[in-house]
């Protein structure tokens, strides 16, 4: 049992090693597709701008010289503004973009959930009562009906 147990770790830490040392050295993809054009707003994987160029040679020169992606984040950051970040930081009034999306499906949830009570309640107060046809449309079906016996 031990034996299996001590197994299982030595694996978990061999599978574990490769994934350590790939979050130390960013891959440029994963970068790119973190960070914002200043320009033209979108994505550096998606823009083509002069600037979005000039970013992504830093960001390979960076990871060349060893920096981590958060260093690398960091001194764009630092050096174009916190709108270089693709996701909003979590902290101080961008916290709001976080939680209000989350908020709001909420809200909706409990809202459709109110009314959804609401309606089977409303729908159980009224067992007895159905709408009563005519007596003549009454009879008039009942002959209909009693032709198919």
Known sequence: MIRLLVAAVLAALLVGAPSAT???RPNPADLE???VCPTCKTTLDQSDAPV?????????????AGASSAQIK????DQ????????????G??????VLPLGGLG????AVGLLAWAWSR????????????????????????????
Request: hydrophobic share 45%; net charge negative; no cysteine.
């Open 22 to 24: 790939a979050a130390e």
């Open 33 to 35: 597709a973190e960070l």
């Open 52 to 64: 979005a160029r000039r970013m992504k040679a830093y960001i390979r020169a960076r990871i060349a």
């Open 74 to 77: 960091r001194e764009l950051v």
């Open 80 to 91: 174009f503004g916190p709108g270089v970040l693709a996701t909003p930081r979590k902290q």
């Open 93 to 98: 009034f961008d916290l709001l973009a976080w």
């Open 107 to 110: 809200i909706g949830l409990f």
């Open 122 to 149: 409303r729908r159980d107060a009224e067992p007895g009562e159905t709408d009563a046809l005519d007596p003549a449309l009454e009879r008039r079906v009942d002959d209909e009906l009693a032709r198919f016996e």
